[in-house]
């Protein structure tokens, strides 16, 4: 068994900073891409951004310069860096990661940007 734990949601002001994770843990081999999407309410969830196992990156256009995706193989963890945040950031993020055992989602955690 796969699981994916995530952190780092909160409440900050617009313009201000957050930073989540997303640890992997279980019965896997490879971790392949991991990512980050979200969903706002009444939205469908949408990509914010990807990393590869490799390193390459990508991003959605409206966070491109603002959100940085990094990854720890040592720890199976995946973080992402938000700055400048902005009202329409205001989501449920959850971390996906795609591993020898198939692909699996975290359980959200929810960013609210407000001031």
């Known amino acids: 068994q796969v699981q994916l734990v995530e952190s780092g949601g909160g409440l900050v002001q617009p313009g201000g900073s957050l930073r989540l994770s997303c640890a992997a843990s279980?019965?896997?081999?490879?971790?392949?891409?991991m990512g980050w999407y979200r969903q706002a309410p009444g939205k469908q969830r949408e990509l914010v951004a990807i990393?590869?196992?490799?390193?390459?990156?990508v991003y959605v256009d409206s966070v491109e310069g603002r959100f940085t995706i990094s990854r720890d193989n040592a720890k199976n963890t995946v973080y992402l860096q938000m700055n400048s945040l902005k009202s329409e950031d205001t989501a449920v993020y959850y971390c996906?990661?795609?591993?020898?055992?198939?692909?699996?989602w975290g359980q959200g955690t929810q960013v609210t940007v407000s001031s």
């Open positions: 996906k990661s795609n591993t020898d055992r198939g692909s699996i």
């Open positions: 990393i590869e196992s490799a390193g390459k990156t």
């Open positions: 279980g019965s896997f081999q490879s971790i392949y891409a």
